[in-house]
Structures are given as C-alpha cells and as structure tokens.
C-alpha cells in the first residue's frame, strides 16, 4: 500500500508554487521597468486623481475602496467602461463615506480567507486556497498604488490574471456546497467509489431525494450563473465593434469622466462632425479645466480664430512640452500673417522635438513668405532627410522648386511624391499644373484625368478647364467650367473664366450676369472688375468702365490690363488728358 504524502512535503511543494509566482512577478516588473529605461513613467492627475490627493487619509481610504470596486467588478459585472479616469469614482475622503462600508467587508473577506488557507487542517483545503489567493492579489498588487503611482484609477484588463484565482474560488466553492448536498463531511476531493459488492441498504433511502433535490438546485444555479455571465459577454462584445460604439458606452456609464467626452470629440473631429466635437470638447474642459490636450484640440475645430488662438496658448501654459499646441498656434499666426511670432512659435516646437517634421515644413513656408529662399529650402530639405517617405514634404519642395523656375527639379519631386502616395490629389492637380508650365501638355490633361478621378470637385474641374481655355479647346472649357458651377455655384475663377468665354461668344448679357455675382461676394478681388470693364468697352458704354474702374480702384490695385482698359475708355471719352 502506498503511503500518502507527509504534510511537510505538501507544504514544501505548495511553497514552491507560490514562491514560483511571485519570483515570476517580480521578473515580469523587472522587465516592465527595463523596458522603460529604469525610469518609472509620469502621470499626471487626470490619469490617477487619488495619487495626487494632498491628504494621506484620502488616498488610503480611496486605494483600499479600489479593492473593493475591483471585487465588485469581478463578482457582478454589471456596469462596464472602456475607462475610469478623471471623475468616474470620486475620492473616497472621510471615514463615514457609505463606500468605507464595501472596504471593510472586502478585506474582511480576504482576511477569513487567508485564515482558512494557513490554519485549515485539510491540506488540500490550504493549497487550494493559497494558490487561488495567490493568483487573486499577486498580480493585482502592482496595480494598487501599493509599491509606486500607476497611470489610471481602475483597468479592467488588469483583472485577466487575477479572475483565474477567482475562478478557482469558486469552483472550490461549488465543489464544498457539493459534498455538503451529499452529506460529506471531508474536505478532501471527491474521489470515485471503489468497486464493492453490492449490499442491501441498512437503513430507509429517506434522505435520497432530499440529497438530489439539493444536487439539482445547485446545478441549476450554477448553470443560471454561467448563462448570466455569457449573457453580459454577448451584451457587452458590440460596445468593441467600433470607435463610436466604444466612446458611447463610456459617455452612458461614467458621464462625468472628461476623458470620455475627450476621446468621444476626438472621434467626431476625425469623422469630419466638427460642430458636434465643440460641444464634447467644452464639456471635458467643463469637468476637467486643466486639460491641455482638450484645449489644444477645441481650437483646432473653432470657428473664431481669437478663440482659437487663447486655446492654443493654454494649452502651452498648462503643458509647456505640448508640441501639438505649439504646432498648431505657429500655423495660426502664419494665416493671419503674423510671420515673426509663427516663426519663434515653429522654433519653440522644434526645441521641444527637434525631428517634428511638420514643424519643419511649416517652418520652412514662413521662412519663404519672409523672403529666406535659401533658408526655407535648407529647412525643408533637413524634413526630408529625417523622413524621407514622407510625401507631403516632397510634394512641398516641388511646390518651393516651382515657384523659382526650378522646372526640372520641380517636376522630379512631384514624381517622388507620387510614388511614395500615388493617389494624392492635391500632388497630381499641382503636377499637371507643373507639367502645362513645361508645355508638356498630353501628360498634364492625363494627370488632371487622373486627379478628376480621385476627386471630381470645383477646384479641379476649373484647372483642367483653364488649361483647355488657353489652348483654344473652348467647348471643352465651357463643359467644365459649368461643371464646377453645379458643384459650386458660388465658384469664383470657374465664373469668371465663363464670363470671358461670354465675352468672346458675345453673351454680354449672360456675362454681365456672372460677373456681378462675382463682385457682389468677393469685392476685393480685381479679376472680375476687370473682366466687367471688358464687357462694357465691347458694348461701348465707356461710362460704365470708367464707373467700375472707380469701384475696382477702391478696393484694391488695378493691373496693367484695367488701367489699359481704363485708359481706353477715357479716349473714347475724349478725356485724353486724364488717359
């Protein structure tokens, strides 16, 4: 007969296991922190509020009740969220907090277990007990602030490693209600009858359907358990399907968290829903007014550019790292013309990250509006030599190269661009343009048709129009000009160019028509007033050119073509001496 183990050796081997698991912990801790170059990394309080709590007493009592959520979260999992940052459990700060109430029957809990797993006299009760205890809070322990700050207030992943010890918690469990429903009194596994020969019962079989009933009754509840859980699992897998879906189901469960309503926003920016965005991003600065990234992003969807521009500098001021912010206020004072200070605000992102390749190429652009050719040419060839398969910045040397008659080296960066991106639209509308330049005409009408294909707008349709209106195919011109005016209508160049075409087919009532329009809502700009001037002097009303010359005069410089215009008409006038 085989003697059954000593206790001793029980205990030896179930001390192997538990010392296994922690070693492997803190091996795993080990790597995590060799990995972050032995630095631990920093959070701020929007990521952990309760780690930043100036009293000590809120942040034990609210540390301890994050043992008790996590505990709620694995026995009912009922209310789920993808986050749980910023405002979704408010500080636990006084000892009558309700919530102190769930602590305290958490630990006392944990506590009768841990007895039970060192003063039980079964061994298979204590080893059983000690691994599923060890695999309940050894993994959870990094997580709870105990040893150093962590990045969040509750995650629900970090309960993967210990649901397996939760998980063997209950099956015990489940295995000890069973042996009691059959009348054992062993705490030992249940093991499977030895065969023997049958013997007539000593005794009535009163207590058999009882022991049944019960047998039956705790299947069932745990079947409804199981069906419970894979029940919520189904509920709660379409939540993950999609950004939106994910970002919703935060904004129902914790819609005091500014995180919810900041990713939610980011979404909606993304998706092209900006008036929707505003609003969620207001609300996140609402709960949390120390954003800096919700600051950074509200100004990137505002209308008012005032506005846009103080987000941008609190954004600076709360995280004066926040190279985004930086970027992003350095292009608003670029469009505003305010060339200096988007200069010095270009350079103090690249000070911050000096291989910000945006940085650079916008930086470069400010540099070329202030006349520093070389200068912006060296700091957009420095982008490309950081990242070169980046397409947009070869797409903006061709542009710089262009604008200095650099036809050949223009045109090669186009190429480059196009192969790193083949189907950017705005690379190919410029390269056409590019290649009409170098009066390479069949490939510049092949890359417009191509363009059209990518995306058939007004924009586009009007280029390809105009190159076809100066090489004399005016039918085609006209097609697509009237084209872009049904995308459009309110196209300015594509109802201007249709204008001159009137002009020429002598429709100067139609072209008197567009041209007025023209005017009516962009009275700054020359090219309508000169092409009305055109229409008058065709139609011999002098007066009239002379009249619009004034107005054209009042809003901006006439070129040559208007004061020959003007000129013309005063002769006709016999003005002579003003012509």
């Known amino acids: 007969m085989k003697q059954m183990p000593s206790t001793v050796m029980v205990n030896r081997h179930l001390l192997i296991r538990s010392a296994t698991l922690l070693i492997s912990t803190a091996c795993l801790l080990a790597f995590r922190l060799h990995m972050l170059n032995g630095q631990l990394p920093g959070f701020t309080d929007q990521d952990n509020p309760a780690s930043f709590a100036p009293q000590w007493s809120t942040r034990f009592f609210t540390f301890a009740y994050l043992w008790a959520f996590n505990g709620n979260l694995l026995t009912t999992p009922v209310v789920l969220s993808y986050d749980w940052q910023m405002g979704s459990i408010p500080l636990v700060e006084s000892v009558l907090d309700p919530r102190q109430a769930a602590t305290v ?106 022991v049944a009933t019960s047998s039956l009754a705790l299947a069932l509840a745990f079947a409804g358990l199981l069906a419970l859980m894979a029940g919520k699992t189904v509920l709660r897998n379409p939540v993950w399907w999609t950004r939106e879906s994910l970002f919703q189901s935060g904004l129902e469960v914790v819609p005091n968290n500014a995180k919810v309503h900041y990713n939610y926003a980011n979404f909606l920016k993304d998706s092209e829903r900006a008036s929707e965005a505003v609003g969620h991003y207001r609300t996140a600065l609402d709960l949390y007014p120390n954003h800096p990234s919700a600051c950074n992003n509200l ?99 061709a542009v710089h190269y262009g604008r200095y008659d650099q036809m050949q080296k223009s045109l090669s960066s186009y190429e480059e661009a196009l192969r790193l991106k083949p189907g950017r639209h705005i690379t190919l509308v410029n390269y056409a343009r590019q290649l009409r330049l170098a009066r390479r005409n069949g490939d510049a009408e092949k890359t417009f048709r191509l363009a059209l294909k990518v995306r058939r707008d007004a924009d586009t349709l009007h280029a390809y129009g105009t190159m076809l209106h100066n090489l004399e195919r005016t039918k085609e011109a006209e097609e697509l000009y009237q084209e872009a005016l049904k995308l459009e209508p309110e196209h300015y160049n594509s109802s201007v160019n249709l204008a001159v075409l009137r002009v020429r087919q002598e429709k100067l009532g139609e072209a008197h028509r567009l041209l007025m329009k023209c005017i009516s809502k962009r009275p700054e700009e020359l090219s309508a007033y000169t092409q009305l001037m055109s229409v008058y002097s065709t139609a011999g009303k002098h007066k009239n050119v002379v009249a619009v010359f004034d107005e054209a005069l009042a809003h901006s410089v006439p070129g040559a073509e208007t004061y020959d215009l003007h000129a013309s008409s005063l002769h006709a006038l016999e003005r002579t001496d003003e012509a």
């Open 105 to 210: 029957v958490t630990f006392a809990i944990l506590a009768a277990l841990s007895f039970r797993a060192l003063l039980h006299s079964s061994i298979y009760v204590r080893r059983v007990l000690l691994v599923s205890l060890s695999f309940l809070v050894l993994p959870f322990l990094p997580a709870s602030n105990l040893f150093f700050r962590v990045g969040f207030v509750v995650a629900e992943r970090i309960l993967y490693m210990p649901s397996i010890g939760f998980s063997l918690l209950v099956v015990f469990g489940l295995n000890q209600l069973a042996r009691s429903c059959c009348g054992a009194t062993s705490s030992a596994p249940v093991q499977p009858p030895k065969a023997s020969v049958s013997k007539l019962p000593s005794g009535p079989p009163a207590s058999q359907p009882s």
């Open 299 to 397: 100004g990137t969807v505002v209308q008012d550019k005032k506005e846009a521009e103080k987000l941008y500098v609190r954004a600076t001021e709360l995280n004066p790292r926040h190279v985004n912010a930086y970027f992003n206020l350095a292009s608003l004072l670029k469009d505003q013309g305010r060339l200096q200070e988007s200069e010095e605000t270009f350079r103090k992102a690249l000070a911050i990250d000096e291989k910000y390749g945006e940085a650079l190429s916008g930086l470069s652009s400010v540099l070329e509006a202030q006349g520093k050719a070389d200068l912006a040419l060296s700091t957009l060839q420095h982008a490309i030599s950081l990242h070169p398969s980046n397409a947009d910045y070869h797409h903006n040397l």
